[in-house]
């Protein structure tokens, strides 16, 4: 069975939110990335004051599930507007069920980014559907193995 979780953007502040459902729920943050310490951060236009910024940063709540958040940075051309702040990021149990679910719904949506091999070792891709709700289909590859 496919996990559900929600994936939040915030205009900067993703740390500071983050740091504060953490006081709320417990736990200690399952992931932390930084722009700055991305692969090919050199070639990309990340301006040296968003190096800093929060790539992804997850946070266990409970029974599996997973907050996730990144923060949009102006100097990759990101905005955050009403309606972009947030996705729903499916983890489905085979490749082959994140193809069909992407497939499924980004028919007649729009793709963000194609379902593909990610430096952090995952099978990913995000597209908004026909009603405008962004997905990302995110498959841990180590699942299949066992």
């Given at each position: 069975?496919?996990t559900?979780?929600?994936?939040?953007n915030f205009?900067?502040?993703t740390?500071?939110a983050?740091?504060?459902y953490?006081?709320?729920?417990?736990?200690?943050?399952?992931?932390?990335?930084?722009?700055?310490?991305g692969?090919?951060?050199?070639e990309m236009?990340?301006?040296?004051?968003?190096k800093?910024?929060i790539?992804?940063?997850?946070l266990?709540?409970?029974?599996?599930?997973m907050?996730m958040a990144?923060?949009?940075?102006?100097?990759?051309?990101?905005a955050l507007?009403?309606?972009?702040?947030?996705?729903?990021c499916i983890?489905?149990d085979?490749?082959?069920?994140?193809?069909?679910?992407?497939?499924?719904?980004?028919?007649?949506?729009?793709?963000?980014?194609?379902?593909?091999?990610?430096?952090?070792?995952?099978?990913f891709g995000?597209a908004?559907?026909?009603?405008?709700?962004?997905?990302?289909?995110?498959?841990?590859?180590?699942?299949?193995?066992?």
């Amino acid at each position: 069975m496919s996990t559900f979780n929600p994936y939040l953007n915030f205009a900067g502040n993703t740390e500071e939110a983050f740091n504060f459902y953490k006081s709320i729920f417990g736990g200690e943050f399952a992931a932390v990335m930084r722009f700055g310490d991305g692969p090919g951060c050199d070639e990309m236009p990340i301006a040296e004051a968003d190096k800093n910024k929060i790539m992804h940063i997850a946070l266990p709540i409970g029974n599996g599930n997973m907050l996730m958040a990144t923060d949009t940075l102006e100097s990759l051309g990101q905005a955050l507007n009403a309606g972009n702040n947030f996705y729903i990021c499916i983890s489905p149990d085979t490749r082959d069920e994140a193809d069909r679910l992407f497939s499924a719904l980004a028919e007649g949506g729009k793709v963000e980014m194609p379902l593909q091999d990610v430096f952090w070792g995952d099978y990913f891709g995000c597209a908004a559907d026909k009603f405008g709700v962004q997905w990302m289909i995110n498959y841990e590859q180590k699942k299949e193995a066992n």
